[in-house]
């Protein structure tokens, strides 16, 4: 899945905007990213312009986390 966050300003400060891509829309995510971009360029109000991804089929939970009791790590060497 797919999200971009933008703001634009108004007569009272920023608004924050959010818009949702499914996960197999990754190529229409980068043309509205791309759009809010040139249309910053081009003198309009719009900020904070970004793209964030989630994979829904992750193996494992976002982040950092303890690995599991029965991980063992091991440094290897060449």
Request: charged share 25%; proline share 10%; glycine share 6%.
């Amino acid at each position: 899945m797919y999200m971009v966050y933008w703001s634009e300003a108004d007569g009272t400060g920023l608004s924050p905007h959010a818009q949702s891509f499914p996960s197999d829309a990754m190529r229409e995510a980068l043309h509205f990213t791309e759009a809010l971009r040139q249309r910053q360029h081009a003198g309009e109000p719009v900020s904070f312009v970004t793209l964030c991804s989630e994979n829904p089929n992750a193996v494992g939970r976002a982040g950092a986390a303890d690995p599991p009791p029965d991980y063992e790590w091991k440094k290897r060497r060449p």
